[in-house]
C-alpha cells in the first residue's frame, strides 16, 4: 500500500471504532459505520470485528449486527488451495486449471475451500441467534443452510438435517415466511427447497445424491401435488442409480399429475430411446412435439417420429 494512503485509511478506521461524540452510537450509525469499512477494506477488513464486538455490546439483539458477525467469521473461517484430482469435476465445478504432465496427458486442478472449525462455530452461533430473534425470515434458515452445504463438501448430513427441520416446521406451523427482496406466496418456500435439492444433485457425491433424494421425499410428504420433487426421485433413479425401470415409474407418476411436464416427457423420451421401445418412444415423442419451449426440438421430435 502506498504511503500516502495510510493516513486516510487509518483516519476511517480511527472515527469508525472511536466516535468524537460521547453519547453511545446508534443502531443506524453502527450499520453505516460498518457498511463504510465493508465498502473500503471487505467483510473481513482491519477493524471490522472490533466494530462488531462494540456493536454487538450495544445492541445484542440487532439483526444487521447479527448478519455482520456471520458474513465475517464465515469468511474468516475459509481458505483457498489448490489440489489436483483425477476427475472431471469437483462438487459440480469445473477445474480451476488444466494443465499437461510429461506425457501430454490433463492434469486437473481444483479450487478446493477447507473451513477453520473454531471460526464456523462462531458464524451458526451468531445467525442460529438471527433466527431465533426472527423466525419467520426464511433467507437466515437458508444462510444457514448454505453455509453448512459448503462446509460439508458433499457429504451435507447437517445441512440434511437441517432443511428436514425446516421442511417439518414449514409443514407443521405453516409460518408467514418472509424473504426480503422476493414475494412472499404459496409456492415461495417449495420453490426455494428446490434449488437446494439442485445443489445437492449437481455436486454428484454418493452422499448429495442421497440428500437430493431425502429432500424431495421429505417435501412430497408436505407438498403432494408439487411434481418437481417426483421428477426429483425420477431424476436421482435415473441419472445415480442407472434404474430404468423405477426412473421411468416416477416419470409417469409425474405426467399422471402434469401432462404437459417438459422435464418428465424429455427424460422419457431418453429412457425409451435407451432401451430400444419403439412404441414408448413415439408416446413421448409426440407429447415432447407439444410442449417442448424450444422450437428445434419440437421439429426434431416430429422428423424422428415419422422416422420409426
Not at 486437473?108 to 442460529?128: G, K, R
Request: hydrophobic share 35%; with cysteine.
Amino acid at each position: 500500500m502506498k504511503k500516502y494512503l495510510l493516513p486516510a485509511l487509518l483516519a476511517v478506521i480511527f472515527a469508525v471504532q472511536f466516535p468524537a461524540r460521547a453519547q453511545k452510537p446508534t443502531q443506524a450509525d453502527y450499520l453505516n459505520r460498518y457498511s463504510l469499512l465493508v465498502n473500503k477494506l471487505g467483510v473481513e477488513g482491519v477493524g471490522v470485528e472490533t466494530l462488531l464486538q462494540r456493536w454487538g455490546k450495544d445492541y445484542p439483539e440487532d439483526l444487521d449486527m447479527l448478519l455482520g458477525k456471520f458474513t465475517y467469521y464465515l469468511s474468516k473461517s475459509q481458505s483457498n488451495r489448490m489440489e489436483t484430482l483425477d476427475a472431471q469435476k469437483y462438487l459440480g465445478e469445473a477445474p480451476t486449471l488444466v494443465l499437461k504432465d510429461s506425457l501430454g496427458n490433463d492434469v486437473n486442478y481444483f479450487q478446493v475451500t477447507d473451513y477453520d472449525d473454531e471460526l464456523f462455530a462462531q458464524a451458526t452461533q451468531a445467525i442460529d441467534k438471527a433466527i431465533g430473534l426472527n423466525q419467520e425470515r426464511l433467507d437466515l434458515r437458508l444462510y444457514k443452510i448454505a453455509a453448512l452445504i459448503g462446509y460439508e463438501k458433499g457429504s451435507p448430513d447437517m445441512a440434511v438435517s437441517g432443511l428436514k427441520e425446516l421442511i417439518d416446521y414449514d409443514g407443521h406451523s405453516h409460518p408467514a415466511w418472509e424473504y426480503p427482496g422476493l414475494e412472499s406466496g404459496p409456492e415461495l418456500f417449495p420453490s426455494l427447497v428446490q434449488e437446494y435439492c439442485f445443489t445437492f444433485f449437481r455436486q454428484a457425491t454418493p452422499a448429495s445424491y442421497e440428500a437430493f433424494k431425502e429432500v424431495s421425499e421429505k417435501m412430497l410428504g408436505y407438498y403432494p401435488k408439487n411434481t418437481s420433487f417426483l421428477t426429483n426421485i425420477g431424476s436421482y433413479y435415473l441419472v445415480y442409480k442407472r434404474d430404468s425401470k423405477n426412473a421411468l415409474k416416477m416419470y409417469n407418476k409425474v405426467l399422471k399429475k402434469d401432462p404437459g411436464d417438459y422435464t418428465a416427457i424429455k427424460n422419457c423420451v431418453l429412457l425409451a430411446r435407451n432401451d430400444k421401445n419403439k412404441k414408448l418412444e413415439k408416446k413421448y415423442l409426440a407429447m415432447l412435439a407439444k410442449v417442448s419451449p424450444d422450437e428445434t426440438e419440437r421439429q426434431q421430435a416430429e422428423i424422428r417420429l415419422k422416422s420409426l
